[in-house]
């Protein structure tokens, strides 16, 4: 698998001249010219993306799903994932991309943060669709971040990283608006999950622990933007809810079957009875036998 490694090679890449900056830069999509290059077909970023993307038609494949960009939206990517360019497809359109290098992270607060925001592992289908005001408030900033760019002394790392931090805490903000606005397709979302979770220890006892992993691939979504889209909707993330469904499923056979601790823990998933009633006591202050004493 290739890979760009610097920012300045992929200016190259883009029929771009040499970055003002070499570890971060802001490139105008109106002004990029992809070169034809094998690296499209297989290619692995080493640095963060962020591209907002206006009127743009193509396809890109990032991990195992296609985007088709007919629209004003905003993606990420993170270091390290494997992508794919149709080039025989692709035209810019306008927009811009924000990239910076994770060596420019160090030694600041946002080398350790940056790994909360969910949305750098989200499926490109999972873009953030932006109103005309969200855009004008991103394009602003990151007109900032590109002029100063060209002042390169001891102030310019504190300055550009506060202004990605600041650019990433809006798209929070944005992405959460964007999972209540659209009502009827999150309603739709949240009515499977609740499905899933019930057919999943009716249907699966024996199967093993169910994992958010399991979860998010049979919604076709990715975990980061599941749990992130519960967090909005219901205060708790997938995780969260899970152990919830697990906990409601243990006390109806604790209270309605005469099933030992261990084949109840067995029947849920658990390879172990110990992990189940240490789970079960953490969530319910009881242990299992004593919640179970309860109903006698």
């Known amino acids: 698998m290739n890979a760009i490694n610097s920012i ?10 040499e970055p003002l900056h070499p570890l971060v830069s802001v490139i105008n999509l109106d002004q990029a010219i992809f070169l034809e ?3 499209w077909k ?56 924000l990239i910076f290098h994770p060596d420019f992270l160090l030694r600041h607060s946002l080398a350790n ?7 750098f592992s989200y499926a490109v289908n999972e873009a953030l669709h932006l109103s005309a005001e969200e855009e004008d408030n991103l394009i602003a900033i990151l007109n900032k971040i590109n002029k100063e760019c060209v002042h390169i ?14 650019l990433l805490n809006y798209s929070n903000r944005f992405y959460e608006r964007q ?15 609740e499905r899933l979770l019930e057919d999943y220890f009716v249907k699966n006892q024996n199967n093993g622990l169910l994992t958010v992993q399991y979860v998010a691939g049979q919604m076709n979504l990715s975990p980061n933007y599941l749990s992130d889209l519960l ?15 697990l906990i409601e499923k243990a006390k109806e056979k604790l209270s309605t079957t005469n099933l030992s601790v261990s084949e109840i ?8 009875a110990q992990s189940f009633s240490t789970l079960f006591k953490k969530k319910t202050n009881l242990s299992p036998l004593a919640f179970r004493q309860e109903f006698n």
């Open 8 to 17: 300045s090679q992929f200016h190259r890449l883009l029929s771009l001249p």
């Open 37 to 39: 290059d094998e690296i």
């Open 42 to 97: 297989g290619f692995i970023n080493r640095f963060y993306c962020l591209a907002l993307k206006r009127g743009a038609t193509g396809k890109i494949r990032y991990g195992q799903q296609h985007y088709d960009y007919d629209k004003g939206v905003l993606s990420f990517t993170a270091p390290n994932q494997v992508q794919y360019l149709d080039l025989n497809q692709m035209e810019c359109g306008s927009g811009y991309l």
């Open 113 to 119: 943060t940056i790994h909360q925001y969910g949305f």
């Open 153 to 166: 002394d001891k102030h310019t790392q504190e300055i550009i990283l506060s202004q990605i931090e600041l």
């Open 179 to 193: 999972f209540i606005t659209r009502k009827n397709n999150s309603h739709e979302l949240l009515s499977k999950f």
């Open 231 to 245: 967090r909005v909707h219901t205060g708790q993330n997938t995780q969260q809810h899970i152990h919830e469904k």
């Open 265 to 272: 823990a067995y029947d849920l998933g658990f390879e172990h």
